[in-house]
């Protein structure tokens, strides 16, 4: 064979082995790009399983209230069951905000030492309420040991370990008891998360169980996976075949230095007790069903409310008569939220008003573009009764201040 042979030869065998690595690569990506559609497929899939079961009872609460006119016991039971299935439409649009959010890397995690077991005791009292209306019980197994201290955020990690113990607790027999037994592991601390009676009988005599693809169970564990791997760790789940019970192994990695005697993170904050003073609210919004129920609802508390669908006359009504607050949309027509409260801050008088973003989205850059314009505070539709009662407090606390202000200027001017 010539040397010119021989050089096409290799010429010839480099290609082919050039053109194998990209037909692998091509395959790879193809591989990829499938399990990333079948994993978004199950995601939406088990997303409007999630937000049937609440939309359900409340078309039906709809139905029962004009089926109710002259039971006022019956509509009262109805409107609850719509309160709480309104409550779990809340946590749904929350948890779909925290999810796009941490995918976008969007999140800050505040990562600091804690201790696994506090957070989980703050965890198995939060639980508490629900776990006794299916006659259930949380316990907590750290095996005798003394757990390693985590480094990681600890409100994160008490909602992601509450999303899978949910996640059981709706799949799990009425009575049932289920376990977070927590172990050290080199590095990390495993924790298994499971029905007691599971738990059990895999430790007595092991049977076959098929892996889960967690991220399709739900938007609750598909939040679970995203936390526990931001914070360094995993989430795997498992279960038997033909079965819907799932069992969790969450792993999370241990402070490589941890800080002697500091205090435990708490996961479990409570909400200040509102009060309901009376206030000059001005609400401007143009989604006039929402303006006239948080508008009716404002007044029923006693407040002095004005309505207002537009940028231009939420500039006007402030300027002209400065109320205690202002729950101002984003959105609205002829001049977008931002561009109003700039206006209003650029007169003098209206210094005292709160100043109160309301909108949809919750995106930190949301926040702090609506923070640089001027607002005080920034609330996300549909936000609860709570936040409202916070954020009136806060004006009245202005307005305290204000009034102690003034009356301290009069009487310093009769006693010149």
Do not use: C
Not at 21 to 40: L, Y
Not at 42 to 63: I, M, Q, T, V
Not at 85 to 94: T, Y
Request: proline residues 5%.
């Amino acid at each position: 064979m010539s040397s010119t042979e021989e050089e096409l030869t290799r010429a010839l065998a480099d290609a082919h082995a050039a053109l194998a690595v990209v037909r692998a690569e091509r395959d790879g990506a193809i591989s990829d790009a499938e399990a990333a559609h079948r994993q978004r497929h199950a995601f939406l899939a088990g997303l409007a399983h999630d937000l049937r079961n609440p939309l359900a009872p409340l078309s039906n609460g709809l139905e029962l209230l004009r089926l109710t006119d002259n039971d006022p016991n019956g509509r009262l039971r109805t409107r609850g069951i719509m309160e709480r299935q309104l409550g779990h439409l809340m946590r749904i649009a929350d948890e779909l905000s925290d999810l796009a959010r941490l995918s976008s890397d969007k999140v800050t995690l505040h990562r600091a030492p804690f201790d696994l077991m506090a957070v989980l005791r703050g965890l198995q009292d939060r639980l508490a309420p629900a776990l006794a209306a299916q006659e259930m019980t949380l316990e907590l197994d750290a095996g005798g040991a003394e757990l390693p201290r985590l480094r990681g955020d600890a409100p994160r990690i008490a909602q992601a370990v509450g999303h899978l113990v949910d996640d059981i607790l709706h799949h799990a027999e009425r009575g049932s008891t289920i376990r977070i037994a927590a172990s050290a592991e080199g590095p990390l601390v495993a924790l298994s998360i499971a029905t007691a009676a599971d738990a059990d009988a895999q430790a007595e005599a092991p049977e076959p169980l098929e892996d889960v693809d967690v991220a399709a169970l739900g938007l609750g564990v598909a939040l679970a996976l995203q936390l526990s791997t931001l914070h360094g760790g995993g989430l795997r789940g498992r279960r038997q075949p033909g079965m819907r019970r799932t069992r969790f192994r969450m792993t999370l990695p241990v402070d490589a230095a941890p800080a002697a005697g500091a205090g435990a993170a708490n996961a479990n904050p409570t909400l200040p007790v509102a009060g309901a003073p009376a206030l000059s609210v001005l609400l401007a919004d143009d989604n006039v069903d929402f303006s006239h129920s948080f508008g009716t609802m404002l007044e029923l508390l006693g407040h002095r409310v004005e309505v207002v669908h537009d940028g231009l006359a939420a500039v006007s009504a402030i300027v002209a008569s400065p109320p205690d607050i202002a729950f101002v949309d984003i959105g609205m027509p002829s001049l977008d939220a931002v561009e109003t409260v700039r206006r209003v801050r650029s007169q003098g008088s209206t210094g005292r008003v709160l100043l109160v973003a309301v909108s949809g989205r919750g995106a930190a850059e949301d926040r702090a573009r609506a923070a640089e314009a001027g607002f005080d505070r920034y609330l996300v539709k549909p936000f609860s009764m709570q936040d409202a009662r916070d954020t009136l407090d806060a004006a009245q606390a202005v307005r305290s201040e204000a009034v102690r202000r003034a009356q301290g200027a009069f009487a310093s001017m009769r006693t010149a």
